[in-house]
Protein backbone atom coordinates (compact mmCIF):
# COMPACT_ATOMS: atom_id res chain seq x y z
CA UNK A 1 0.00 0.00 0.00
CA UNK A 2 1.54 3.53 -0.69
CA UNK A 3 2.06 6.56 1.11
CA UNK A 4 -1.26 8.10 0.74
CA UNK A 5 -3.67 4.62 0.49
CA UNK A 6 -7.17 5.50 2.35
CA UNK A 7 -6.06 9.45 2.06
CA UNK A 8 -8.54 11.83 -0.10
CA UNK A 9 -7.49 14.55 -2.27
CA UNK A 10 -9.85 17.13 -3.79
CA UNK A 11 -8.26 18.76 -6.47
CA UNK A 12 -9.71 21.71 -8.76
CA UNK A 13 -8.44 21.37 -12.58
CA UNK A 14 -6.48 18.47 -13.38
CA UNK A 15 -7.69 17.45 -16.83
CA UNK A 16 -3.80 18.04 -18.27
CA UNK A 17 -0.43 19.95 -17.29
CA UNK A 18 0.46 19.85 -13.72
CA UNK A 19 -2.80 19.13 -12.31
CA UNK A 20 -2.62 15.80 -14.22
CA UNK A 21 0.82 14.99 -13.16
CA UNK A 22 0.11 15.59 -9.11
CA UNK A 23 -3.13 13.65 -9.64
CA UNK A 24 -0.85 10.89 -11.01
CA UNK A 25 1.54 11.50 -8.56
CA UNK A 26 -0.62 10.61 -5.77
CA UNK A 27 -2.45 8.11 -7.62
CA UNK A 28 0.43 5.75 -7.52
CA UNK A 29 0.57 6.58 -3.41
CA UNK A 30 -2.88 5.23 -3.33
CA UNK A 31 -4.88 8.49 -2.92
CA UNK A 32 -8.02 8.33 -3.27
CA UNK A 33 -8.69 11.69 -5.66
CA UNK A 34 -11.71 13.72 -6.67
CA UNK A 35 -11.08 15.83 -10.18
CA UNK A 36 -12.91 18.76 -9.85
CA UNK A 37 -12.67 20.08 -13.49
CA UNK A 38 -14.68 21.81 -16.47
CA UNK A 39 -13.77 19.41 -18.82
CA UNK A 40 -16.45 16.84 -18.91
CA UNK A 41 -16.16 15.89 -23.03
CA UNK A 42 -13.13 15.91 -25.24
CA UNK A 43 -11.72 19.11 -27.04
CA UNK A 44 -10.30 17.99 -30.35
CA UNK A 45 -7.72 21.59 -29.01
CA UNK A 46 -6.46 20.44 -26.22
CA UNK A 47 -6.43 16.50 -24.46
CA UNK A 48 -7.52 15.25 -21.73
CA UNK A 49 -10.87 15.05 -19.85
CA UNK A 50 -11.64 14.15 -15.97
CA UNK A 51 -12.76 10.97 -17.43
CA UNK A 52 -9.49 9.97 -19.19
CA UNK A 53 -7.33 10.96 -16.23
CA UNK A 54 -9.85 9.24 -13.55
CA UNK A 55 -8.86 5.73 -15.77
CA UNK A 56 -5.33 6.75 -15.64
CA UNK A 57 -6.00 7.10 -11.79
CA UNK A 58 -7.21 3.85 -11.45
CA UNK A 59 -4.56 2.24 -13.81
CA UNK A 60 -1.80 3.91 -11.32
CA UNK A 61 -3.57 2.21 -8.21
CA UNK A 62 -5.68 4.79 -7.20
CA UNK A 63 -9.04 5.34 -6.67
CA UNK A 64 -11.00 8.09 -8.70
CA UNK A 65 -13.91 10.13 -8.87
CA UNK A 66 -14.85 12.90 -12.20
CA UNK A 67 -16.95 15.83 -10.47
CA UNK A 68 -17.64 18.01 -14.16
CA UNK A 69 -17.03 21.15 -12.10
CA UNK A 70 -16.60 25.05 -13.28
CA UNK A 71 -15.67 26.56 -10.65
CA UNK A 72 -16.49 29.82 -10.77
CA UNK A 73 -19.87 28.08 -9.90
CA UNK A 74 -20.34 27.90 -6.01
CA UNK A 75 -23.10 25.51 -5.96
CA UNK A 76 -20.86 23.62 -8.26
CA UNK A 77 -18.06 23.08 -5.89
CA UNK A 78 -20.12 22.61 -2.85
CA UNK A 79 -21.61 19.39 -5.08
CA UNK A 80 -18.10 18.26 -5.84
CA UNK A 81 -17.20 18.81 -2.23
CA UNK A 82 -20.42 16.82 -0.76
CA UNK A 83 -20.28 14.23 -3.51
CA UNK A 84 -16.45 13.53 -2.06
CA UNK A 85 -17.93 13.20 1.59
CA UNK A 86 -20.77 10.46 0.24
CA UNK A 87 -17.57 8.88 -1.65
CA UNK A 88 -14.79 9.08 0.35
CA UNK A 89 -15.95 9.73 3.93
CA UNK A 90 -13.25 12.92 4.07
CA UNK A 91 -10.74 14.97 2.73
CA UNK A 92 -7.26 15.01 3.42
CA UNK A 93 -5.78 17.34 1.25
CA UNK A 94 -6.81 20.30 -0.95
CA UNK A 95 -4.96 21.43 -4.00
CA UNK A 96 -6.39 24.36 -5.63
CA UNK A 97 -5.10 23.79 -9.36
CA UNK A 98 -7.69 25.50 -12.02
CA UNK A 99 -6.60 28.87 -13.15
CA UNK A 100 -6.69 30.85 -15.99
CA UNK A 101 -3.22 32.48 -17.60
CA UNK A 102 -3.36 36.27 -18.75
CA UNK A 103 -0.79 37.97 -20.16
CA UNK A 104 -2.00 41.92 -21.15
CA UNK A 105 -0.96 44.63 -19.42
CA UNK A 106 -3.90 46.79 -17.50
CA UNK A 107 -4.44 48.69 -20.53
CA UNK A 108 -5.64 46.20 -22.88
CA UNK A 109 -7.04 43.74 -20.43
CA UNK A 110 -10.80 43.17 -21.26
CA UNK A 111 -13.25 43.64 -17.75
CA UNK A 112 -14.27 40.08 -18.79
CA UNK A 113 -11.03 38.77 -18.89
CA UNK A 114 -10.02 40.20 -15.52
CA UNK A 115 -13.27 38.90 -13.99
CA UNK A 116 -12.48 35.42 -15.45
CA UNK A 117 -8.97 35.28 -14.46
CA UNK A 118 -9.99 36.89 -11.10
CA UNK A 119 -13.18 33.92 -10.67
CA UNK A 120 -10.76 31.23 -11.87
CA UNK A 121 -7.04 32.63 -9.78
CA UNK A 122 -8.78 34.19 -6.28
CA UNK A 123 -12.77 33.74 -5.83
CA UNK A 124 -12.46 29.60 -6.20
CA UNK A 125 -9.57 28.94 -4.22
CA UNK A 126 -11.63 31.30 -1.83
CA UNK A 127 -15.00 28.50 -1.95
CA UNK A 128 -13.10 25.91 -1.90
CA UNK A 129 -10.91 26.72 1.35
CA UNK A 130 -13.73 27.94 3.48
CA UNK A 131 -16.40 24.78 1.91
CA UNK A 132 -13.49 21.85 2.77
CA UNK A 133 -12.32 23.47 6.19
CA UNK A 134 -14.77 21.52 8.35
CA UNK A 135 -13.22 18.36 6.89
CA UNK A 136 -9.26 19.54 6.46
CA UNK A 137 -10.05 20.37 10.29
CA UNK A 138 -11.31 16.55 10.73
CA UNK A 139 -8.21 15.17 9.58
CA UNK A 140 -5.87 17.63 10.08
CA UNK A 141 -5.45 17.87 6.67
CA UNK A 142 -3.42 20.18 4.33
CA UNK A 143 -3.81 22.62 1.78
CA UNK A 144 -1.61 23.29 -1.89
CA UNK A 145 -2.42 26.26 -3.23
CA UNK A 146 -0.51 26.84 -7.14
CA UNK A 147 0.17 30.46 -6.94
CA UNK A 148 3.68 32.48 -6.56
CA UNK A 149 5.80 34.26 -3.52
CA UNK A 150 5.51 37.52 -3.38
CA UNK A 151 7.55 39.65 -5.56
CA UNK A 152 6.88 43.35 -5.77
CA UNK A 153 9.85 44.30 -8.27
CA UNK A 154 8.49 47.07 -10.43
CA UNK A 155 9.51 45.95 -13.53
CA UNK A 156 7.72 42.50 -12.93
CA UNK A 157 4.79 44.36 -12.04
CA UNK A 158 4.38 46.26 -14.96
CA UNK A 159 4.59 43.08 -16.87
CA UNK A 160 0.92 41.89 -16.96
CA UNK A 161 -0.49 43.16 -13.10
CA UNK A 162 -4.12 42.02 -13.70
CA UNK A 163 -2.83 38.16 -13.87
CA UNK A 164 -0.90 39.06 -11.42
CA UNK A 165 -2.92 40.81 -8.70
CA UNK A 166 -5.35 37.47 -8.78
CA UNK A 167 -2.29 35.27 -8.63
CA UNK A 168 -1.03 37.26 -5.66
CA UNK A 169 -4.60 37.46 -3.96
CA UNK A 170 -4.49 33.49 -4.13
CA UNK A 171 -1.15 33.80 -1.98
CA UNK A 172 -2.23 36.04 0.40
CA UNK A 173 -5.32 34.20 0.80
CA UNK A 174 -3.00 30.99 1.33
CA UNK A 175 -0.38 32.94 3.68
CA UNK A 176 -3.68 34.50 5.69
CA UNK A 177 -5.58 31.07 6.08
CA UNK A 178 -2.36 29.51 7.30
CA UNK A 179 -2.38 31.46 10.17
CA UNK A 180 -6.07 31.27 10.60
CA UNK A 181 -6.35 27.42 10.96
CA UNK A 182 -2.77 26.33 12.02
CA UNK A 183 -4.32 25.56 15.41
CA UNK A 184 -6.58 23.71 14.29
CA UNK A 185 -3.59 20.91 12.63
CA UNK A 186 -4.28 22.21 8.76
CA UNK A 187 -1.20 22.99 7.05
CA UNK A 188 -1.41 25.60 4.03
CA UNK A 189 1.36 25.84 1.22
CA UNK A 190 1.96 27.34 -2.03
CA UNK A 191 3.88 26.06 -4.82
CA UNK A 192 4.93 27.93 -7.92
CA UNK A 193 7.44 26.79 -11.08
CA UNK A 194 11.39 27.98 -10.92
CA UNK A 195 11.18 27.46 -14.54
CA UNK A 196 9.22 27.99 -17.26
CA UNK A 197 6.82 24.38 -17.21
CA UNK A 198 6.02 22.81 -20.67
CA UNK A 199 1.56 22.88 -20.45
CA UNK A 200 -0.71 23.99 -23.09
CA UNK A 201 -0.69 27.00 -21.98
CA UNK A 202 2.78 27.46 -22.07
CA UNK A 203 2.73 26.42 -25.77
CA UNK A 204 -0.33 28.55 -26.34
CA UNK A 205 1.27 31.49 -25.67
CA UNK A 206 5.02 30.84 -26.03
CA UNK A 207 4.98 28.66 -28.84
CA UNK A 208 6.87 26.04 -29.53
CA UNK A 209 10.16 27.36 -29.09
CA UNK A 210 8.69 28.27 -25.09
CA UNK A 211 8.41 24.66 -25.01
CA UNK A 212 11.49 23.90 -25.84
CA UNK A 213 12.72 25.97 -22.56
CA UNK A 214 10.59 24.51 -20.15
CA UNK A 215 10.71 22.07 -18.10
CA UNK A 216 8.11 18.59 -17.94
CA UNK A 217 5.47 19.04 -15.41
CA UNK A 218 6.48 16.39 -13.03
CA UNK A 219 8.70 18.50 -11.53
CA UNK A 220 5.99 20.11 -9.94
CA UNK A 221 4.25 17.35 -9.09
CA UNK A 222 7.62 15.33 -7.69
CA UNK A 223 7.78 18.86 -5.89
CA UNK A 224 3.66 18.98 -4.57
CA UNK A 225 4.24 15.10 -2.81
CA UNK A 226 7.48 16.19 -0.96
CA UNK A 227 5.28 19.26 0.37
CA UNK A 228 2.37 17.65 1.44
CA UNK A 229 4.14 14.31 2.82
CA UNK A 230 6.82 16.11 4.51
CA UNK A 231 5.22 18.52 6.09
CA UNK A 232 7.41 18.88 9.59
CA UNK A 233 10.18 19.08 7.03
CA UNK A 234 9.03 22.36 5.29
CA UNK A 235 7.04 23.69 8.04
CA UNK A 236 9.12 26.85 8.20
CA UNK A 237 7.12 28.93 5.79
CA UNK A 238 3.82 28.85 3.10
CA UNK A 239 5.45 29.79 -0.19
CA UNK A 240 7.34 27.85 -2.09
CA UNK A 241 9.48 26.96 -5.25
CA UNK A 242 9.74 23.74 -6.73
CA UNK A 243 13.24 23.27 -7.19
CA UNK A 244 13.45 24.77 -3.71
CA UNK A 245 11.72 22.03 -2.64
CA UNK A 246 13.43 19.23 -4.10
CA UNK A 247 16.93 20.67 -3.43
CA UNK A 248 15.90 20.24 0.58
CA UNK A 249 14.62 16.42 -0.16
CA UNK A 250 18.60 16.18 -1.94
CA UNK A 251 18.10 16.42 -5.60
CA UNK A 252 21.15 18.20 -7.09
CA UNK A 253 20.95 17.32 -11.31
CA UNK A 254 17.52 18.58 -12.52
CA UNK A 255 18.57 17.60 -16.25
CA UNK A 256 15.86 14.58 -16.24
CA UNK A 257 13.06 17.54 -16.16
CA UNK A 258 13.89 19.30 -19.06
CA UNK A 259 11.16 18.90 -22.18
CA UNK A 260 13.56 19.33 -24.40
CA UNK A 261 16.94 17.60 -23.02
CA UNK A 262 19.27 19.11 -25.98
CA UNK A 263 18.43 22.35 -24.35
CA UNK A 264 18.57 21.67 -20.63
CA UNK A 265 20.94 24.53 -20.29
CA UNK A 266 18.56 27.28 -21.81
CA UNK A 267 15.74 26.31 -19.66
CA UNK A 268 13.93 29.82 -18.59
CA UNK A 269 13.25 30.86 -15.03
CA UNK A 270 9.57 32.06 -14.26
CA UNK A 271 9.02 35.74 -14.35
CA UNK A 272 8.38 35.95 -10.75
CA UNK A 273 11.77 34.89 -9.63
CA UNK A 274 13.58 37.81 -9.60
CA UNK A 275 13.72 40.78 -12.00
CA UNK A 276 11.88 41.08 -15.13
Known amino acids: M ?14 RGIGREIILRLARE ?8 KSDMPNPKLPGTIHSVAQEVFEAGGKALPVATDVRDEEQIKRAIEATIQQFGGIDLLVNNAGFL ?3 QLGITETKKFDLMHALNTRAPMITMRECLPHLQASKGSVLNL ?3 LNLDEGWLGAFIPYTTTKYAMTLLSMGFQ ?17 LIATAAVGMFSGEEGLNLSRKPEIMADAAFELV ?10 SWLDEEVLRQTGVTDFKKYANNPDRVDEIQRDFYIGKF
Open 2 to 15: GSWANKTVFITGGS
Open 102 to 104: GIT
Open 179 to 195: QEVKAKGIAVKTLWPAT
Open 30 to 37: GANITIAA
Open 229 to 238: SQRDRFSSKV
Open 147 to 149: CPP
